[in-house]
Antibody, heavy 120, light 108 residues
Framework: EVQLVESGGGLVQPGGSLRLSCAAS????????MSWVRQAPGKGLEWVAT????????FYMDSVKGRFTISRDNAKKSLYLQMNSLRVEDTAVYYC?????????????WGQGTLVTVSS | EIVMTQSPATLSVSPGERATLSCRAS??????LAWYQQKPGQAPRLLIY???TRATGIPARFSGSGSGTEFTLTISSLQSEDFAVYYC??????????FGLGTRLDIK
């Protein structure tokens, strides 16, 4: 059974940092692209970042470029999102999603999400 | 950036009836479109990819159609568990990957 479990969310002040993690199981992690998608309270889904199987290609939404870094450790079957210079508008539930490939860039399995709240 | 527009924003349908949800892309996305279902407090669940292919375990009452800029998700006979928010997402021309704002399907 495919499982994705996010952790690392919490309350942080504007300008602060957080590192989200996503632990994967039930599939060959190193064979899949992976993505982060977020959802602000009461709002729709917003794609954040995607990473290739070996980490050699990374893509970001414009508003997080230079502030967020997506990475992965295939040996640990884990995906990460380092978030720096956080803003109030980054407040959201962050989901990790398995992404079949670069030409099939949708989320076929999702974690339960972790809430990030940016507030003073 | 490709803008995805979903209509209507809210749809009220009685159980057992058919629901038709629409999604329009601001430029062609070929058949590179996915549909998701999201219930309150839950993660999104993939329903359809490639505009018309049902994901693993998705009941046959869910069907997707369309290509280019116009897409439809049809639920043939609504069950109580189908009342949720539905999102479309394009992955033809990315980054960025873009989602529609969603259609909320309510019980009439």
């Amino acid at each position: 059974e495919v499982q994705l479990v996010e952790s690392g969310g919490g309350l942080v002040q504007p300008g602060g940092s957080l590192r989200l993690s996503c632990a994967a199981s039930g599939f060959t992690f190193s064979s899949f692209w992976m993505s982060w998608v977020r959802q602000a309270p009461g709002k729709g889904l917003e794609w954040v970042a995607t990473i290739k199987q070996d980490g050699s290609e990374k893509f970001y939404m414009d508003s997080v470029k230079g502030r967020f870094t997506i990475s992965r450790d295939n040996a640990k079957k884990s995906l990460y999102l380092q978030m720096n210079s956080l803003r109030v508008e980054d407040t959201a539930v962050y989901y990790c999603a398995r992404t079949p490939s670069s030409t099939s860039c949708y989320g076929d399995y999702w974690g339960q999400g972790t809430l990030v709240t940016v507030s003073s | 950036e490709i803008v995805m527009t979903q209509s209507p924003a809210t749809l009220s349908v009685s159980p057992g009836e058919r629901a038709t949800l629409s999604c329009r892309a601001s430029q062609s996305v070929s058949s590179n479109l996915a549909w998701y279902q999201q219930k309150p407090g839950q993660a999104p669940r993939l329903l359809i990819y490639g505009a018309s292919t049902r994901a693993t375990g998705i009941p046959a009452r869910f069907s997707g159609s369309g290509s280019g800029t116009e897409f439809t998700l049809t639920i043939s006979s609504l069950q109580s568990e189908d009342f949720a928010v539905y999102y479309c997402q394009q992955y033809n021309n990315w980054p960025p990957i873009t989602f529609g704002l969603g259609t909320r399907l309510d019980i009439k």
